[in-house]
């Protein structure tokens, strides 16, 4: 169970299909409440850093990594090995990337020689446009001609060690997770997936592992206002069968 914190202007916000950002409370907060709930990770995004040309704050991530005692994974605007080795240094176990890969995949394989397969995330923003589905890029503002399914692999090769899969058609709707994509993707490739994009009950948790087998399942809105509480969660999945670490 992955809770996000996705960071705009210092504050936790969350949007539908990416867009109408309301605030969702202070991410240090909220990163220690998930740590004392029994979440297994957590991942923070500057969801503009990229969109705004600029470097993830690093003074927040500090703060926000001194809260936990689980694996934390940051994304946002990292381009280059120094702003990785710089998060690394702030507190971060892994790093997300997205943008930045997609304009230079060398920088997938240059990441992991660098500081293992298991530090690179790479983080996909995909949408259903004209029959397939697409990769985005700036928080999910540019679309590309890239083919979701064909990049994802391509990262594989390159030394991604984990995909973060957000259905940008599924994000906040809370009408449950990308299942065929996301069981799609999951047969494609070896490394862990991570869904993402719209979790709205317990059901849509264990739909997402029945149904897509994947690794993890990350949300927002769902647990930053209060709507499943992660030991709650992690019951009803034990109920259903699903291995978690209670």
Not at 89 to 111: W, Y
């Amino acid at each position: 169970m992955i809770p996000c914190l996705d960071v705009k202007d210092g504050r936790t916000v969350k949007g539908v299909n990416f867009v109408d950002l309301r605030d969702a409370g202070d991410p240090v907060e909220l990163a220690a409440q998930y740590a004392q709930q029994g979440a297994d990770e957590l991942v923070f995004l500057d969801i503009t850093a990229t969109h705004e040309r600029r470097k993830t704050m690093i003074e927040m991530v500090k703060s926000v990594a001194r809260q936990l005692n689980i694996p934390f994974t940051i994304g946002g605007g990292i381009t280059e090995i120094a702003d990785a080795e710089a998060l690394l240094n702030a507190g971060a176990d892994k790093i997300s990337i997205n943008s930045a890969a997609v304009r230079n995949p060398k920088l997938i394989e240059e990441l992991a020689k660098a500081f293992g397969v298991q530090f690179v995330v790479l983080a996909v923003d995909t949408k259903h446009v004209d029959g397939k589905n697409r990769v985005h890029l700036n928080g999910g503002r540019l679309i590309t001609e890239l083919e979701t399914e064909n990049w994802i692999k391509q990262a594989e090769d390159l030394g991604a060690g984990e995909i973060l899969l957000t259905s940008m058609d599924h994000d906040g709707t809370k009408a449950g997770f990308d299942c065929g994509l996301l069981s799609k993707v999951n047969q494609m490739i070896n490394i862990p997936i991570i869904a993402s994009g719209g979790a709205g009950n317990m059901d849509h948790f264990t739909e997402v592992f029945q149904k897509a087998n994947v690794d993890a399942a990350l949300a927002a809105s769902v647990f930053h206002y209060g709507e499943i509480l992660i030991p709650d969660l992690k019951q009803e999945l034990k109920r259903n069968q699903i291995p978690v670490r209670i």
